[in-house]
């Protein structure tokens, strides 16, 4: 599916990423277990498999049961990372999300595998668009869509010391390293990816990169975009988001339902604290088949696409 | 032979205990689910001064036995339980339903101690129970893990999805004890979606599965107190009971599940109740 792209330089499927924190991670820890629903294979847990048989829990296709099996054996002292695809994870599973993880407070940390549109021809039920607005209300679950394969790893790391529900939305399609020194993950808190002062993009996971390639289109034009990378969902970074709306207009980015989730969030916060015009992007409903990056392009989730809305949003601050 | 009557004798004091003080939680509080309280406490009180290991002042403790409360609505019969088994004061019975309270319609775990999870929407018990299960396996642990269902609550699809996997995994340390009062919310269970018959629905998913009178104190005894180390499968207790048992006009009535006794109603109760 994404073979093709899967093999341009420096672009990473985050999968692998996770992989190999989490056998890293279970190999310090024995109370690292993991929960799948037949999902081994699209998990990339075929090591972590091998490695630790005992320790990989495989309900089979029933999702209701893995997670209630996550928060029991949470109950039990072990730590689980709940691995499914995310669509199945958090709609077929939703009311034991609520109940059983949010609502009971229990330590487990759900893993959503191919979120957004990475299933992309295999059409809407197996997308998962909505999922940032369906967690978004259940504020006990720290809720965190990693940009790139470091961030990613982070992520995993920080899921694991955490005490409390996480909710990691990790991606399939490939994305390069983000071009930023000094990095240093911090759940909570948004990450600058480029300054600038003329307005912001505020993104998150797979289309940070495209943010920050707009960015820098936009530099040539004489346009200076704040790009932010809000990785953390829940709880939001308040601070970050009023500050990007001190600039004077917002463009949202998310692989995702424009409904409630990422741009949802941020046109909340501004409403109520800091005025300014958002202009979301992402998907605004179901969408048609096609390959992710078919996907991407038709949504105008691109350099250029990006480019071309933060441009709108400039001339609705400007009036 | 004496000290198993004098086990059970003591089950029966504090289920009659459980029984006049849960009434009465619900009587004061005008709201609860009456009904579905008075065939599960037999049940619970054989569980809680019977059979189950746990210590109230480490609620924590690793080694405990885990009681999931599936049918988490009947929290007259929990709370009653709890406050018996030692874990707080009667003082917080009285807190029953009151705003911010601690004993809320259906148990909270984060604040309430002894409770193992999060009930109310029904077939969440079984999927945390099993996860429980497989964590004692893991951890080789002696602990053993008890869920009580309703029987309407087995229509609840999610059941099913962990009663095929605690039989697939031979989770014999796991019990489940159907509250078998054959009412649910509205009429009965055959008349609404039938489980019967509900004991070889469980054999074929790899389950023991024995029937009992949930009201014999002996018989649950005997059923549950057994040593689960010289069984090789998941064990379902299908105990048959009365919904609303012990007060004559509730007794096997569905408009019981949530009704609530006036002043006269209580007296009557409370004189039936000795």
Request: charge should be negative; aromatic fraction near 6%.
């Amino acid at each position: 599916m994404a073979a093709a792209a899967e093999k341009r330089t420096g672009f990473h499927d985050c999968r692998d990423a996770w992989a190999t924190t989490i056998e890293a991670l279970a190999a310090e820890n024995p109370k690292i277990v993991a929960v799948v629903n037949d999902s081994v294979g699209s998990s990339k847990l075929g090591g972590f498999q091998k490695k630790f048989p005992e320790r990989l829990v495989n309900v089979g296709i029933a999702e209701q049961n893995m997670v209630g099996v996550g928060a029991g054996l949470a109950n039990g002292g072990h730590i689980p990372f709940v691995s499914a695809a995310s669509c199945f994870l958090t709609g077929r599973a939703l009311e034991q999300v609520k109940a059983d993880i949010a609502y009971a407070r229990f330590n487990v940390k759900l893993v959503g595998q191919s979120s957004g549109i990475a299933y992309g021809e295999l059409g809407p039920t197996h997308h998962s668009i909505e999922d940032l607005a369906w967690l978004r209300p259940l504020d006990a679950i720290t809720v965190i869509t990693p940009a790139d394969a470091w961030e990613t790893a982070e992520a995993v790391k920080w899921a694991a010391s955490h005490e409390g529900p996480v909710y990691l939305r990790l991606s399939r399609m490939p994305v390069p390293d983000l071009d930023i020194a000094n990095r240093q993950f911090r759940a909570g808190k948004a990450e600058t990816v480029r300054d600038g002062s003329d307005l912001s993009i505020i993104a998150c996971g797979t289309t940070v990169h495209l943010a920050a390639a707009a960015a820098d289109l936009l530099a040539k034009r004489g346009v200076s975009p704040r790009v932010l990378n809000m990785a953390t969902l829940n709880p939001l970074d308040g601070e970050a988001v009023a500050g990007a709306a001190a600039l004077g207009a917002i463009v949202t980015v998310e692989e995702a339902n424009i409904h409630g989730g990422l741009g949802g969030a941020i046109a909340e916060f501004t409403a109520e604290h800091a005025p300014v015009p958002v202009k979301r992007m992402g998907f605004p409903g179901f969408v048609p088949t096609g390959s992710a990056e078919w996907l991407f392009d038709h949504y105008g989730l691109n350099a250029e696409g990006i480019a071309a809305t933060a441009l709108k949003a400039l001339e609705l601050k400007r009036r | 032979m004496t000290e198993k009557n004098d086990a059970a004798s003591r089950i029966r004091e504090k289920a009659l205990w459980m029984r006049r003080r849960a009434f009465r939680m619900v009587h004061e509080a005008q709201l609860g689910h009456p009904g579905g309280d008075f065939s599960a406490i037999d049940i619970i009180a054989t569980l809680y001064f019977g059979v189950m290991h746990f210590d109230p002042a480490r609620p924590d403790m690793a080694e405990r036995d885990r009681f999931i409360m599936s049918k988490g609505h009947a929290t007259g019969a929990l709370y009653t339980a709890l406050c018996a088994a030692g874990y707080y004061t009667e003082d917080w019975l009285s807190t029953y339903m009151q705003p911010q309270s601690k004993l809320n319609g259906h148990p909270n775990r984060n604040y309430l101690p002894g409770v193992e999870t999060n009930t109310g929407p029904l077939g969440h018990g079984m999927p945390v129970a099993t996860g429980i299960a497989i964590s004692g396996q893991l951890s080789r642990s002696t602990h053993r893990t008890f869920v009580l269902t309703g029987d309407g609550e087995l229509q609840e699809g999610s059941n099913w999805e962990a009663a095929m996997l605690a039989g697939s995994r031979r989770l014999n340390r796991l019990t489940l004890i159907v509250d078998r009062n054959r009412l649910q919310q509205g009429m009965g269970t055959e008349e609404t979606n039938g489980l019967d018959p509900l004991d070889d629905k469980f054999r074929a998913f790899g389950w023991d599965a024995v029937m009992v009178d949930g009201h014999d104190v002996d018989a649950l005894l005997a059923v549950l107190a057994g040593d689960p180390a010289g069984r090789s499968k998941p064990l379902c207790v299908i105990a048959n009971t009365v919904k609303g048992k012990g007060v004559s006009y509730m007794e096997n009535k569905a408009a019981w599940h949530h009704g609530v006794p006036n002043a006269e109603q209580f007296e009557i109760a409370m004189e039936e109740l000795v």
